[in-house]
Each structure stands twice: as C-alpha cells, then as structure tokens.
C-alpha cells in the first residue's frame, strides 16, 4: 500500500525564520514527486521533482528530493505571513498523486 | 499553465438528494482526475476519467456512488449520488499540464444536512 508521511504536522514560526518541511514515501510505480500550498480549497503548484540531488528553487522557496532514501524536502526562507498555509506532498505513479497529510505552517508576524 | 474552470464553488445540499459538478478546462487533456477532501484530511483520489472509456475507480469508490462522464477532451463532471452528511468534503477535479504540472480546479465545499 502506498505510503506518504510529512513531518511536522504542524508548526509555528516567527516571520523571518526559515523552516524545513519534510516527506518520505513509498509509492509503487514512482514517477516524481509534487508540492502544493494549499491556503483554500484548490491546491497550488509548487515543485514538481523527478531527478535525485537536482535543487529546484522559486524565490524564497526550493525543494529537492532523495529517490534512494525516498524523500524529499521543502525550504523556505526569510518567511512572511502570506507563507501561512497547509504545504501538501504528493507523489506521482503514472500520473495519480498519493497526497500526504501535509504540514500547517503558521508564520505569526 | 492550463486553468480548470470548477463549478459550484459550494453548495448544501439535502440527504438523499444528487449534486453534479462540472470541470472545463481551456486546452485538451487526455486524463482528468478527481479528489474528495474530507474535513481535516488530505486529498484522496476518487477516479481517473479518460474521453470515451468508462471512468477508473480507486479502491473503495464505486460508480454508482460517484458516476464521472467524460464527453470531450476538455470537460468532465462527477456526481455524488444519495447523498449523506459523511459525503461533506471539498471536491476538485484535477488534470496535468504536459508533464510538467498537476493543476487543479477552484474546488468545491460540499455540505450536506
């Protein structure tokens, strides 16, 4: 059965710092792994990640994943309040995501 | 990237009763998918809709409960049918945009009393 565990589930930081999410998994038929933000309803695109070792970075945001040790995990520094959000993992196999159960940050001002 | 245009944003709905929700996206896609959100929980998938085939069906979702059509490459609708308060969750269709990215429509909050 496939698997996706994020850590934390929830945390709390000052506006200013810089957090780490993390995601491990086990996914039969792996294909590369997504993160999202979700603030409302509808999830937002983040990283999309297929290779090992490769950084991707967008701003204050980046990510990176470990295929050999299945996980992956997602930076962001110098926080701001509008970073506030649900930040959900999700693997792909053959094009279906496996969601985790995401990580609640709260960036307190 | 491609926008998914999802619609009700929300409704509520009475026990028993049927809700149709639609998703247009604005290029052609060969798979959509949709997701069911339960109150504090993540995304899980429901189905993988393809044009022409009957819909794919994840473990513990069935057709009846929740049929899907798929008339064109650009749209699809998911129905949830008889419905009871435990179907109270957010809906979202779901497609991807070459294999670059998974977008997602607006969603839908569904209450049901």
């Known amino acids: 059965e496939d698997k996706v565990v994020q850590s934390p589930l929830s945390l709390v930081v000052h506006e200013g710092d810089t957090v780490t999410l993390n995601c491990s998994y086990e996914?039969?038929?792996?294909?590369?792994l997504l993160w999202y933000k979700q603030e409302k309803k509808a999830p937002t695109f983040l990283f999309m990640l297929?290779?090992?070792?490769i950084e991707k970075k967008s701003g204050r945001l980046s990510s990176i994943l470990d295929k050999k040790e299945l996980f992956s995990i997602l930076n962001i520094t110098a926080t701001q309040t509008g970073d506030s959000a649900v930040y959900l993992c999700?693997?792909?196999?053959?094009?279906?995501?496996?969601f985790g159960q995401g990580t609640r940050l709260t960036i307190n001002p | 990237s491609a926008v998914i245009s999802q619609k009700p944003s929300r409704d509520i709905c009475q026990r028993g009763t049927s809700l149709t929700i639609q998703c247009q996206v604005d290029?052609?896609?060969?798979?959509m998918f949709w997701y069911r959100q339960q109150p504090g929980q993540s995304l899980t998938l429901i189905a993988t809709?393809?044009?022409?085939?009957?819909?794919?069906?994840e473990s513990g979702f069935v057709i009846d409960k929740f049929p899907i059509s798929r008339p064109n490459l650009t749209f699809s609708t998911l129905t949830v049918s008889n419905m009871s308060p435990e179907d109270s969750s957010i809906y979202l269709c779901?497609?991807?945009?070459?294999?670059?990215?998974?977008?997602f429509g607006q969603g839908t909050r569904l209450t049901v009393v």
């Open positions: 779901s497609a991807w945009d070459g294999d670059t990215e998974a977008f």
């Open positions: 996914v039969t038929n792996f294909r590369s």
């Open positions: 297929t290779s090992s070792g």
């Open positions: 999700a693997p792909s196999r053959a094009q279906k995501l496996v």
């Open positions: 290029s052609q896609v060969t798979m």
């Open positions: 809709a393809n044009q022409g085939s009957e819909a794919t069906y």
